[in-house]
């Protein structure tokens, strides 16, 4: 089985910074890509930003040029450093991971979620 474990999440004025941070664990053969997703109260999961194996990024449009997303293989750990926060970008932020086992499937993985909450 694979874990991922989010943290760095919490309250922050708007114009601050956060950073998250998603490490896997378990049976990890490689990890294909890792992103961000976010859902807010009411509304659908939605992609924030991605990284691959290789290093391409993928941003959604209300983040480019404030999120940056980058990975640090040793650690099979994913980042997000969110910069110019805004109260919509207030949400709960969820790590997902595209993980080859060492049976060589594939399979997607979800961590637990954390909170961040941006104050006007």
């Not at 004025?13 to 950073?19: E, M, V």
């Not at 664990?25 to 509304?43: C, D, E, L, N, T």
């Not at 040793?74 to 709960?92: C, G, H, I, R």
């Amino acid at each position: 089985q694979v874990q991922l474990v989010e943290s760095g999440g919490g309250l922050v004025q708007a114009g601050g910074s956060l950073r998250l941070s998603c490490a896997a664990s378990g049976s990890i053969f490689s990890i294909v890509a890792m992103g961000w997703y976010r859902q807010a109260s009411g509304k659908q999961r939605e992609l924030v930003a991605s990284i691959t194996s290789g290093g391409s990024t993928n941003y959604a449009d209300s983040v480019k040029e404030r999120f940056t997303i980058s990975r640090d293989d040793a650690k099979n750990t994913v980042y997000l450093q969110m910069n110019s926060l805004k109260p919509e970008d207030t949400a709960v932020y969820y790590c997902n991971a595209a993980i080859k086992n060492w049976n060589r499937s594939v399979g997607s993985y979800w961590g637990q979620g954390t909170q961040v909450t941006v104050s006007s």
